[in-house]
């Protein structure tokens, strides 16, 4: 009765831990959750009628004009034309495993990596080849070696402030990663929706704008900067590539909701724009150093981090050789919810890692639930 694509089709483990973390009473570092206090009122005032009719596919002209105004500052000099508004930038991970992805078509991930890439891609048959990650970027002698040997049809990468590792690649890094993809002619799919997000000194020039040959689409969002409700995000691409995600585009939901569009080009437009960017920043950034203090405090015999630069999450990895998937009930039993590594590989393995979120809960319930998740841990080890 089904598709065969279905057997495919994984459950989403953070959809999951998410129902369960956010009851009331629950300390979440589990989802990648923007704080309610942070995100900005929508205005719908002035919202003209002629917005509730079927509009254009590749969205609307004054929204795609404000983003490519906005690649362009950011050193990815595009117009209008290269830039289609997409219902949340997952959906352009969809899109693309359509355009890119048969049965078996191997496509090259970082390890760890965004699960919902994963899940997308698998779906559509993907056979991945994964990149272990340094804290510079990706192991540059295993991605040489791979795009040689396994011949991927595209990479997919996160190179500013990593989900789930935190991870921004350097300047070298991006370079090197660019001359490789334009050697090796394999198509890079960069998502950056923490860019914006930044709280130390760091490259952050998107790596497509130092690609000479290589096709590139590059995805971004307003889900972390905004309002993750609103599902409005967007892809940049390679002009070669527009004609096939535009039709791919109508056939999925024809357009993305135009009310949508133009609150959030309204809110990007305004005056209040840059002073809520840099105030959301300095909220994270208090917030990341609250975490990074408490598991100093907490964590300094349990795991290794590095403190992330940008984004919304600490990548701990335990000094301990256990599965981190084990902890998560007694974490949850103690009222405090964490992603454990493990769904983070695009292939099977143990993870002794876990991802916490720093942008959603209050300061002071940060350094209770590390404090929690700490006990727990060493709870489990001495059982
Ligand atoms: N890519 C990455 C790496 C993400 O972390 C997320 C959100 N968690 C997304 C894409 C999806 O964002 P959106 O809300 O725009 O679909």
New binding site residues.
């Given amino acids: 009765m089904f598709s065969e694509r279905l057997s495919r089709l994984q459950g989403s483990l953070v959809r999951e831990i998410l129902a369960v973390a956010n009851q009331p009473d629950m300390i979440s570092f589990a989802g990648?959750l923007p704080a309610p206090e942070a995100m900005p009122k929508l205005d719908f005032n002035g919202l003209p009628d002629g917005l509730s009719q079927y509009g254009p596919s590749e969205g609307e002209k004054w929204l795609r004009e404000a983003v490519a105004a906005e690649m362009s500052k950011n050193g990815v000099p595009v117009t209008a034309d290269n830039v289609l508004i997409l219902t949340?930038?997952?959906?352009g991970l969809d899109l693309a495993a359509k355009l890119f992805v048969d049965h078996d078509t191997p496509v090259l991930v970082e390890a760890p990596t965004?699960l919902?890439?994963v899940q997308c891609f698998s779906l559509f048959g993907a056979r991945f080849v994964e990149v272990g990650l340094t804290p510079n970027g990706p192991d540059l002698e295993e991605l040489e070696r791979k795009l040689k040997s396994e011949k991927p049809r595209f990479a997919y990468l996160?190179p500013t402030f990593q989900?789930p590792s935190g991870v921004c690649y350097d300047e070298a890094t991006r370079q090197r990663v660019a001359d490789l993809f334009d050697e090796h002619n394999v198509v890079l799919l960069e998502?950056e929706?923490y860019r914006e997000l930044v709280y130390d000194q760091c490259d952050r020039a998107p790596i497509c704008s130092r690609l000479k040959s290589a096709p590139w689409v590059h995805?971004g969002?307003f889900?972390k900067t905004a309002i993750?409700g609103l599902?409005v995000?967007y892809l940049a691409c390679h002009p070669s590539l527009m004609p096939h995600f535009y039709k791919l585009k109508q056939a999925a939901d024809l357009h993305t909701n135009r009310q949508g569009q133009w609150a959030m080009h309204k809110l990007l437009t305004s005056a209040e724009y840059p002073a809520h960017i840099a105030r959301l920043r300095d909220f994270y950034h208090q917030k990341r150093d609250i975490m990074a203090a408490a598991l100093d405090k907490h964590f300094h015999d349990l795991a290794d981090w590095t403190v992330p630069p940008g984004g919304l999450f600490f990548w701990l990895k335990l000094k301990a050789d256990i599965d981190s998937y084990g902890l998560l009930q007694p974490a949850l039993d103690r009222k405090v919810a964490f992603m454990p590594g493990k769904p983070f590989y695009a292939t099977d393995r143990v993870s002794n890692e876990l991802r916490l979120n720093f942008s959603h809960a209050s300061p002071d319930k940060i350094e209770e639930g590390v404090k929690t998740l700490a006990e727990v841990i060493r709870a489990h080890l001495s059982a």
Avoid: K, L
Wanted: aromatic share 12%; net charge neutral.
């Fill in positions: 990648g949340g930038s997952q959906q965004f919902a890439a996160i989900n998502d929706p995805f969002t889900s993750p599902r995000a």
